[in-house]
């Protein structure tokens, strides 16, 4: 993996888990795979797949009958679709959760679609009448995952194909390593402090709230043990990074990090970076183009604080992640 200084990450790949279908593994329902060409082409020079499918693990077979899930859409069972009076929870759930502390050591997972235990969400529960609840909700082994871990970014494959909620994903992917190697593997007031002071911007574009409630936290260090302070922040970061920045909180970012420039670069080119960041706001260029613009200008003459801020490159520049939001 090639990084720019600014991500500060080591050459390793960050684990991914996935749903083994993705990764061509023959373990779908009709003894099929759904070969994700995003995952194991554009995605496989970054990250190192963790595969696994629950129904396999389960013990359902391959090929099995296909699965649904029947009853009340806030804790459904699941069974077999043509058989709904087979309840297969118990055997799905105690086959599953031996494997679930295995993932301690992911930053992200990749599901498929659609999947009664692997969809992420809109997944139909099925009543008596045959019809499905109005309610959706997430498949039965997605729900067991994020009750385990609650802030570990996941996302649906199909999903993936949309620029913004690509950019997010993997966005929450590189944040979430960062906190959980730099921060989280050996606890110090210092590290918290550092790690804060170099995603300020970052936290900017998508929650100005955020923003400030981490800064309020951070001021007050000394009242509580650090432990319980990085439980708190990380919840605070994973969740204000949740939804995909809008063209607004980049603007607002983009032109704080200008002022930076104000006593080392001369007023045209400031003029022309404002005016950049302006033709980004009312939706004529990319993020791009002003990001590079202005990275250009903070490597050349800003401070050290500025040139440290992961806003400027939170990923590999090379994914070109930025380039059509």
Partial sequence: ????????????????????????????????????????????????????????????????????????????????????????????????????????????????????????????????????????????????????????????EGRLHDDALRENFILRVYTHHLFRTQVMSEPTAKKLIDFHSEHKYLVMAHSQKAYKEAGQMLANLQQRPIASYIDEYFELLMTALAKPAKRKGHTNVLLHMLGYLKKTVEGEARQKIADTIEDYRVGNIPLITPLTLLSHYVDMKGTEYIQAQRYLEPYPAELGLRNNL
């Fill in 1 to 156: 993996m090639v990084l720019g200084d600014k991500t500060g990450l080591s050459d390793s790949k960050i684990l991914l888990g996935i749903s083994a279908c993705l990764t061509g593994m023959e373990v779908r329902y009709n003894g099929g795979h759904c070969n994700s060409k995003l995952c194991m082409q554009t995605l496989k020079d970054y990250f190192e797949f963790k595969p696994f499918c629950p129904e396999v693990v389960a013990g359902f077979g391959t090929p099995r009958p296909t699965l649904r899930l029947v009853g009340d859409p806030n804790q459904p069972t699941l069974s077999y679709s043509d058989d709904t009076d087979s309840d297969l929870t118990g055997q799905f759930v105690e086959a599953v959760t031996p494997h679930l502390p295995g993932f301690d050591g992911l930053d992200g997972y990749i599901l498929m679609k659609n999947s009664p235990s692997c969809g992420l969400e809109r997944i139909k529960v099925y009543q008596e009448n045959g019809y499905a609840h109005e309610k959706r909700t997430a498949g039965l082994f997605t729900q067991m995952l994020k009750e385990r871990y609650p802030l570990l970014p996941v996302e649906e």
